[in-house]
């Protein structure tokens, strides 16, 4: 059976320090993954996704995540947090033929000033 | 232009009440969903729609009845309404059923059952 897991329930940086948010799936076939977020009273916006093409995936608003088969991960990182990027993020596994995504249970980002 | 919307973005009622939550979207998906979020923000899948099929219906009470009147639009009925029915919904699009597409999502509707 597929799912995911978020590994942290909080992450705190401080603005302009490296962000990494933590995700780990499980998949019997080779899975489309995706990373969302969501800003308080929000809906959810797609910050990148990964189908079998390369493994490093780069998405909106500097963010990245890297692919790892060998450690079933699909971790999200940036660079420099800024205080724009707190907020709620999920890492999504789909089900490939089923059209359903499974949610992680949310990592919550809070960037110190 | 939004993409998709959802109606009404907050919605307060009593127990046993019954309510609608209307979503339409503009981006030409065939594909449809229904999501709820928990007050501990843990988002499941309710319901989807395929060109006006239903093609996932989740273990949900049959208090809930999704309606797609056409590929546009897909409403979520709920009859008797009951306090741990309390959330946000989340309506959703895409276009295809491979698994690999983007869903987009609706802004939400809060719901509390008082």
């Known amino acids: 059976a597929q799912s995911v897991t978020q590994l942290d329930s909080h992450v705190s940086v401080s603005e302009g320090t490296p962000v990494l948010l933590r995700c780990n799936y499980s998949s019997s076939y080779s899975p489309s993954l995706f990373w969302y977020v969501q800003h308080p009273n929000k809906g959810l916006q797609l910050l990148l996704k990964y189908t079998s093409a390369a493994t490093l995936v780069k998405g909106i608003n500097g963010f990245e995540a890297e692919f790892k088969k060998s450690e079933t991960s699909f971790h999200l990182t940036k660079p420099s947090a800024h205080m724009s990027d707190a907020a709620e993020y999920f890492c999504v596994v789909s089900l490939g033929g089923t059209y359903k995504y499974i949610f992680g249970t949310g990592t919550r980002l809070k960037v110190l000033a | 232009d939004t993409a998709v919307s959802q109606t009404p973005k907050y919605l307060v009622t009593q127990m046993g009440n019954d309510k609608s939550i209307k979503c339409e979207q503009n981006?030409?998906?065939?594909?449809m969903y229904w999501y709820k979020q928990d007050s501990k923000k843990f988002l499941k899948i309710m319901f989807s729609?395929?060109?006006?099929?239903?093609?996932i219906n989740e273990t949900v009470p049959n208090r809930f009845s999704p309606k797609s009147p056409d590929k546009a639009h897909l409403n979520l009925h709920i009859n008797s309404l009951e306090l741990g029915d309390s959330a946000v919904y989340f309506c959703a699009s895409s276009q295809g059923t491979s698994g690999q597409e983007t869903q987009y999502f609706g802004p939400g509707t809060r719901l509390l059952v008082l």
């Open positions: 981006l030409g998906h065939d594909t």
């Open positions: 729609y395929n060109n006006k099929e239903l093609i």
